[in-house]
């Protein structure tokens, strides 16, 4: 009977250490560099930054496939694509139109501010 009350003691203490938890808002990583920072870097917005398009290449890593980030590279260089894009009637710039809007609302949230 000891043995196993000191085995059930064990399993509580060791239950109690280092936790991968985390208290308040989840770690998030908030720059990368890629295709996306690159072209919002060179681009000549007056809003851009180091910060600013470090997170929302951070932001693409984790919303666009690279082949997405390379369309949406090219709307730096030319905004129309954007729009043929967005008014095209092919299922798949349909799909990517679906992912690019979740991604650029993504972006708007975590990167605001920075």
């Known amino acids: 009977m000891r043995v196993l009350a000191a085995l ?9 250490g280092g936790s991968t938890r985390s208290y308040g808002s989840p770690q998030v990583t908030r720059f990368a560099t890629g295709p996306i920072y ?3 870097m060179s681009s000549d917005r007056k809003a851009r930054s180091r910060s600013l398009c470090g997170c ?3 932001t693409a890593d984790r ?3 690279s082949s997405d980030q390379s369309i949406a590279v090219s709307f ?3 905004p129309q ?13 349909d799909r990517f139109w679906d992912r ?13 501010g920075v």
């Open 8 to 16: 059930c003691i064990c399993a509580i203490v060791a239950g109690c």
């Open 38 to 40: 690159s072209a919002c």
């Open 56 to 58: 929302v290449q951070a």
């Open 63 to 65: 919303t666009l496939s």
């Open 76 to 78: 730096f260089k030319d």
């Open 81 to 93: 694509r954007a729009q043929d894009i967005k008014m095209s009637k092919r299922p798949n710039h």
């Open 100 to 112: 690019y809007k979740e991604f650029y609302g993504r972006a708007e949230q975590v990167c605001r």
